[in-house]
């Protein structure tokens, strides 16, 4: 029985193959892209082996290499009869693979000296007896981006137990916001206990200044929205097949409100069972 740890995918000239890959590499697949298929056994049989310390592969194959529509079905025949590998095949409608081609201003690898409708057509004409070897065809036609890793992740992840890393991070607006953030939160209408003598020189991580900036309506209220607000957004983003997402909280300084708020993000998404790694950058500045 064909299992799910080693794909080769091909199909039609933009129809998402690049999308595809990158999606199964988020899964943890060791991608490689426009593998000739004549060495496509002698990779098998390395990992097969044992020899290369890769448990999931996916091979992304199509007219790109010269001789592909003659060489890749008796490469396909032979090693389907040593691995259960899956062969997907991705197609879209000639509009949209017009379309497509049109907004990336690509060339198509068939459309020299022809129009581009002209080579999706040949293309399509060309690739009909691999399309038929295919175990699983998939129609991107009406996908955007987002939309086709959405489909895929409902195929494929629930497999694969897909989870995102989510990282919390607390900074000071003075010194910057963090480059690799994803959600940027600012928290600077909360109160300062900066503004407080005794409290000044804490952190927010001390009980007092946690206190003074928790008990105001104003950050009851603010939490309650932003937990729905996370609850809403990380389960669509894991649908979108995000592998990482980086929130950063910030306060001017980075001490004390950013602080206190994002150890109690970091708090709630534990209850919830996610990945999370938190850091304080600019807490001792």
């Not at 390395?46 to 529509?69: C, H, N, S, T, Y």
């Not at 060489?71 to 509009?95: G, H, N, Q, T």
């Not at 007896?129 to 036609?141: L, W």
Request: proline share 4%.
């Amino acid at each position: 029985m064909k299992d799910d740890r080693f794909f080769i995918v091909t199909g039609l000239s933009g129809s998402g193959k690049t999308v595809f890959s990158h999606f199964l590499e988020d899964l943890g697949y060791y991608c490689v892209d426009n593998l000739p298929s004549k060495l496509i056994p002698i990779f098998v049989e390395l990992w097969q082996r044992r020899e290369v310390e890769i448990d999931k592969v996916a091979l992304v194959v199509d007219m790109r290499e010269a001789g592909f529509l003659t060489e890749f079905p008796k490469v396909w025949e032979r090693i389907r009869k040593k691995i259960s590998a899956k062969l997907i095949f991705l197609e879209a409608s000639d509009e949209a693979l017009v379309k497509r081609f049109s907004e990336t201003r690509r060339p198509h690898p068939l459309s020299r000296k022809k129009s581009v409708l002209e080579g999706v057509r040949l293309e399509r004409e060309r690739l009909k007896e691999i399309k038929k070897m295919a175990d699983e065809v998939i129609d991107t036609t009406s996908t955007t981006i987002y939309q086709l890793k959405e489909i895929l992740g409902r195929r494929f992840s629930k497999k694969k137990n897909h989870k995102m890393q989510i990282s919390v991070i607390s900074f000071g607006y003075k010194y910057g916001i963090p480059i690799d953030s994803d959600l940027v939160i600012d928290t600077r209408f909360l109160p300062n206990p900066f503004y407080a003598d005794e409290l000044r020189d804490k952190t927010g991580k001390s009980q007092k200044v946690r206190d003074h900036v928790l008990k105001v309506p104003e950050t009851k209220k603010f939490l309650k929205e932003l937990y729905r607000f996370v609850d809403f957004l990380i389960p669509n983003f894991l649908r979108e097949g995000k592998s990482y997402l980086t929130i950063s909280f910030g306060c001017t300084g980075g001490r004390h409100r950013s602080v206190i708020i994002a150890e109690e993000i970091r708090e709630y998404l534990c209850q919830k069972k996610y990945d999370i790694r938190i850091y304080h950058r600019d807490i001792y500045k």
